[in-house]
Nanobody, 121 residues
Framework: QVQLVESGGGLVQAGGSLRLSCAAS????????MGWYRQAPGKQRELVAS???????NYADSVKGRFTIPRDNAKNTVYLQMNKLKPDDTDVYYC???????????????WGQGTQVTVSS
């Protein structure tokens, strides 16, 4: 019903920047929260940043001051602008959206397929 397509991952040197994009499509009535998570092999998936439909943001302490999470409600798209990247930021990054597919329906979480970000030292 809802698909999330991510793009923008890749390899970058420490101190560099990358911008991830996540576009939601399908049967969408409303999107409440859009966010980015990351996960390293053998570790739990952790929140990187999130943004509500009204623009309130939340960031993990490890990325505050370096990452921002703009959102384009008209395009159902969320971005993750990553600056001053560090090797510790190397992970697979996943987009997550909290979506209602019809008026009066329930809110459900959807995940993207993940995109690899690798930061070399």
């Amino acid at each position: 019903q809802v698909q999330l397509v991510e793009s923008g991952g890749g390899l970058v040197q420490a101190g560099g920047s990358l911008r991830l994009s996540c576009a939601a499509s399908g049967r969408i009535f409303s999107i409440r929260i859009m966010g980015w998570y990351r996960q390293a092999p053998g570790k739990q998936r952790e929140l990187v940043a999130s943004i509500t439909s009204s623009g309130s943001t939340n960031y993990a302490d490890s990325v505050k001051g370096r990452f921002t999470i703009p959102r384009d409600n008209a395009k159902n798209t969320v971005y993750l602008q990553m600056n001053k990247l560090k090797p510790d930021d190397t992970d697979v990054y996943y987009c997550n959206c909290n979506v209602k597919t019809r008026w009066g329906g329930e809110w459900n979480n959807y995940w993207g397929q993940g995109t690899q970000v690798t930061v070399s030292s």
